[in-house]
């Protein structure tokens, strides 16, 4: 196996029993790069020299010093700052700004020894809106989604072993459906986002992107994220309680998510899990809108210095962020604020019955441009109940791209939920229908 296609598990186990040096392991991903980037274009700054003089570097410190991710490659989404690399936010107002400072997960994982291999793309300061240049490495004339679109395209192309994202929306959940990989949103708030460009206090998630579950967990242990009960060892799906939630926007599922959510309720129900589902209570049929004025209000805030530095540099969506177009009122800010609030106890009573919720991840499979990113609609909800959520890979469409189904648990049951997620995983690769080349 060349090494780059190694998981970040198995290219650590490598270079601690020194069967391969993070040098090596650097140039076999630097390869990788150079051969695809002309047509997954997933980055937005990679200086090849650079990575190799950090991965000598690395490779001369002494193993009693080592960290726990010592060599390990990750790709960062461009509107975390990195000291060392411009963070430019896909904004023509920060082109060539290189702030010389480390965004506080950027700090944590240089302390583990994690070398920062470059800036992946983004859509502009991670909106929903328009697409950056990345392609979809599974087929380039459709979108790799949004809004860590670098992130997801080099992991599921084997340009790096684990991305860095953020969601707001579906930022890290649904271009981890569209790449075939795995994609993890934690609990809100359980991972400092000191250090990075804020779209939405009250949204805004860092996530990772990786091929297997262990390497979230990976990133679960250097990010300290802990559960009040720690997961029982060697979880089972046989004999688990699993719930189906369609969300209130199920009319929107397109015929690729409306099989892949009846085949993986299947194969639970055929390896001996009982599978109920259910409806939510209707006070979550206003997440929808309670979510977009949340968004736009917050935004409001958020945008506010870009548009009074240089109005005519910002996108029009945003701009009506701060020129409030759509004309909401604190009153209506308020209940969002409340009503989102009040929800977030009984989803977590809700999800506390199961070993996860199963839902959809995305309408379909990416679409066919790079214009848009995709839809949201099936995340949102999520992410504004600060859950935490993890696609998993496994099924495909109608034109054999990758469709990716979302397992959700209560707030704070991060850990459960990726071992949940481990099994749920092994099942859904092997028996979905899509596999990864």
């Given at each position: ?416 939920l990726l071992a949940v997620s481990r099994e749920v995983g092994r099942i859904f690769e092997l028996e979905g229908g899509w596999k990864r080349t």
């Amino acid at each position: 196996m060349e090494p780059y296609r190694l998981t970040a598990t198995q290219a650590l186990s490598s270079i601690r029993d020194s069967s391969l040096t993070v040098e090596q392991y650097v140039r076999s991903l630097i390869s990788r790069i150079q051969e695809r980037d002309l047509i997954v274009q997933a980055w937005e700054h990679f200086d090849a020299d650079y990575v190799i003089g950090e991965a000598k570097r690395l490779d001369e410190v002494p193993l009693q010093e080592r960290g726990s991710l010592h060599g390990l490659p990750v790709a960062i989404k461009d509107i975390i700052y990195t000291k060392d690399m411009p963070t430019q936010h896909n904004s023509p107002i920060y082109r060539g700004d290189a702030p010389k400072l480390d965004a506080g997960s950027i700090t944590i994982l240089r302390q583990a020894g994690a070398l920062i291999l470059g800036k992946t793309t983004t859509t502009e300061f991670a909106s929903s809106r328009g697409g950056p240049k990345t392609r979809n490495p599974h087929d380039p004339a459709r979108t790799p989604g949004g809004s860590s679109s670098g992130s997801a395209a080099a992991v599921g192309d084997f340009q790096a072993p684990i991305g860095l994202g953020s969601q707001t929306g579906g930022s890290t959940v649904r271009p981890g459906s569209f790449n075939g990989i795995y994609a993890f949103k934690p609990t809100w708030n359980a991972i400092s986002r000191e250090g990075q460009k804020i779209y939405s206090l009250t949204l805004d998630t860092i996530g990772f992107f990786s091929r297997c579950v262990e390497d979230l967990e990976l990133m679960a242990d250097l990010f300290g994220l802990q559960d009040d009960h720690v997961p029982r060892d060697g979880f089972e799906v046989k004999g688990a309680r699993f719930a189906v939630v369609k969300t209130p926007v199920w009319s929107e599922a397109g015929p690729g998510t409306r099989a892949a959510l009846q085949a993986g309720a299947q194969l639970l129900r055929s390896h001996g899990a009982e599978v109920e589902e259910i409806e939510l209570p209707p006070e979550f049929n206003k997440m929808p809108e309670w979510y977009r004025i949340l968004l736009d209000s917050e935004g409001r805030v958020t945008f506010l210095p870009e548009y009074r530095l240089a109005k005519e540099k910002l996108s029009p969506f945003l701009a009506e962020h701060v020129e409030n177009v759509q004309g909401i009122s604190r009153a209506a800010q308020l209940e969002a604020y409340d009503g989102i609030a009040a929800l977030r106890p009984t989803m977590d009573g809700i999800a506390k019955k199961y070993a996860a919720i199963l839902t959809p991840s995305v309408i379909d499979e990416a679409p066919v441009g790079i214009e848009s990113t995709g839809s949201p609609v099936f995340n949102s909800m999520w992410t504004a109940l600060h859950t935490p959520v993890i696609n998993i890979p496994g099924f495909q469409g109608a034109n054999g791209m990758p469709i990716g189904l979302s397992l959700v648990g209560p707030r704070y049951y991060d850990r459960q939920l990726l071992a949940v997620s481990r099994e749920v995983g092994r099942i859904f690769e092997l028996e979905g229908g899509w596999k990864r080349t």
